[in-house]
């Protein structure tokens, strides 16, 4: 396995987000109902970002491993199942 140089990691992070349902992505781990695999890279992880201050789920996350941004199109219904909207 090879590991994306950091051109390719800046080049991923400023193409526009791709649209996901994180309901329909593949989770990295059965006990974590946040965390998901890349749909990008395969071998990265999207671990949901929170906002600040509020720790609020965020809209918009990106792969730890190449960098490639996404948009949750289910995030309110995210946002629901904690209970902070």
């Not at 491993?65 to 948009?71: P, Q």
């Amino acid at each position: 396995m090879s590991y994306p140089t950091h051109e390719e990691i800046c080049a991923n992070h400023k193409l526009e987000p791709i649209v996901v349902k994180h309901s329909e992505l593949k989770r990295a781990s059965e006990t974590s109902m946040y965390r998901s695999e890349c749909p990008s890279c395969k071998d990265g992880v999207l671990l949901v970002c929170r906002e600040q201050p509020s720790l609020r789920l965020a809209e918009e996350d990106y792969c730890i491993r190449c960098g490639r941004r996404f948009l949750y199109s289910d995030i309110n219904e995210m946002r629901n199942i904690e209970g902070i909207v």
